[in-house]
């Protein structure tokens, strides 16, 4: 089956790959800093078992461009238990409103998009935060640069990167500031001399160096993909970001052959875990009944994985796994809130479904998502007496009520909705990647 063909195929172009990386990094030019070039295999769009196939072949460093994604995939229990030492990038453009649910992400070892000092400052905050007193580590991050000026990049304009890099050097004291990012042109024609966007990186670090007194070993230069990863690390590429090499060309939903090709840019809306047919038909008309689609994908995920006889301590873990991955995205948020941000609704992909959920169940999500971080879920449950009812409820008990919205919900029966939440250290760790409590301003 596919996954055959697939195991060889990864395992054969991850060595591939390496093996060109390293021997492009022979043929850099003596002037520059010789630090060995970090390879990251850009896994979007492509399923956990791929990225723990790359694993098994050496590869550690993985890059995401967006959140949810990289949030869904980093705390698969799947990667979770086979990769361990795991390093994963976030590559794609940052917003504000995700920095908390990104830096929630187990084993994140570099954020290569930090774009302006604003940014720079939420990162900063955020982290003194999530990372709290038991640990004194630093989060690696990157300045982003606009190289090529293109309206459609993200990045700072290439002027602004002194500034902005001394402001985070001087007054983020979370963050250690690692190098510089560009994306850079598509399509540059090399036979037409060095890319420039990489010159321009370079001498933008040339310029920094110089200006805060910085060794030029130290500060990295993150440039170079599928097409062009070579050429980069000649002229002083230390990182370099692979993806369709390594993991073959990626598909988008609804991009059918009869269909024109839509622009990345579109695309990446309707992807995700939990894709749906058409998530912006869907969007401009979640007033009508949605029960149709209502945690189709979420609910079917569960009910294969109930369905066998035996109950392993895995399948309990994906279970878990998948509910997580569900309170994550409707904490914290109020329903209003939801309904009226398109941008949440962009940014979580699968908004539509999430506005049919019921306000009770919100409640309850939002218990136990604002309880103190010691405590866990079954503790909760068993703490919540009898006789509070959500709105237009009958009068049923607390408990009962819960247990049978996960069972209508989630597929969890009951007498296992028990079972399930005392189970106290998987859950311990599947708590730990809920984002901190937004701030109410
Ligand atoms: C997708 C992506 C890559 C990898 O692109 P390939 O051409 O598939 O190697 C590199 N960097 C960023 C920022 C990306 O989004």
């Not at 540059?188 to 110089?210: A, H, I, K, V």
């Amino acid at each position: 089956m596919w996954k055959v063909a697939m195991s060889e195929e990864v395992g054969k172009a991850i060595q591939s790959v390496a093996e060109r990386v390293k021997q492009a990094a022979s043929r850099r030019q003596k002037s520059l800093p010789s630090v060995a070039p970090r390879l990251v295999a850009v896994s979007k769009t492509k399923p956990p078992e791929m990225v723990v196939e790359a694993y098994r072949h050496g590869q550690r460093n993985f890059g995401e461009n967006y959140v949810n994604e990289l949030v869904d995939k980093a705390s698969d229990p799947l990667i979770l238990e086979s990769c361990p030492d795991i390093k994963w990038h976030f590559i794609g453009h940052l917003q504000k409103n995700n920095v908390n649910k990104l830096l929630g992400v187990p084993n994140l070892f570099l954020v290569e998009t930090v774009d302006s000092v604003k940014l720079a400052d939420k990162v900063n905050s955020s982290w003194e935060r999530i990372r709290g007193a038991n640990a004194t580590q630093k989060l690696r991050i990157m300045v982003q640069v606009n190289t090529s000026g293109e309206q459609s990049k993200h990045g700072l304009p290439p002027e602004e990167t002194v500034s902005t890099v001394k402001h985070i050097v001087s007054r983020c004291s979370a963050l250690h500031f690692s190098g510089l990012m560009t994306i850079g042109r598509y399509g540059y024609d090399l036979s037409l001399g060095p890319n420039p966007d990489f010159q321009m990186l370079l001498s933008r670090r040339q310029e920094l160096c110089e200006s805060l007194k910085l060794p030029v070993e130290e500060v990295e230069l993150s440039m170079g993909m599928s097409t062009d990863f070579e050429h980069a690390i000649e002229v002083g590429s230390t990182n370099v970001r692979v993806g369709s090499i390594i993991f073959g060309n990626r598909e988008y939903p609804n991009s059918a052959a009869n269909t024109p090709t839509p622009s990345p840019e579109k695309t990446s809306k309707v992807r995700g875990k939990f894709q749906m047919d058409n998530v912006e038909e869907l969007s401009s008309e979640f007033n009508t009944d949605l029960s149709g689609v209502r945690s189709e994908a979420a609910t079917a995920s569960l009910q294969t994985l109930h369905r066998k006889d035996i109950m392993t301590e895995r399948t309990r873990s994906q279970i878990q796994a998948v509910e997580m991955s569900f309170l994550r995205r409707v904490a914290g948020r109020s329903l209003r809130d939801r309904v009226r941000s398109s941008v949440t609704r962009e940014e979580l992909g699968v908004e539509p479904l999430l506005l049919h959920v019921e306000r009770g169940q919100l409640r309850w999500l939002g218990h136990l998502y604002r309880m103190p971080p010691g405590r866990l879920p079954g503790e909760v449950f068993r703490a919540c007496p009898t006789g509070r009812r959500p709105r237009g409820r009958p009068r049923t008990r607390w408990r009962d009520y819960v247990s049978r919205l996960s069972w209508e919900r989630l597929g969890i029966p009951p007498e296992e909705l028990e079972e399930v939440c005392m189970d106290r250290e998987v859950w311990a760790s599947l708590l730990r990647l809920l984002p901190p409590r937004p701030d109410p301003g």
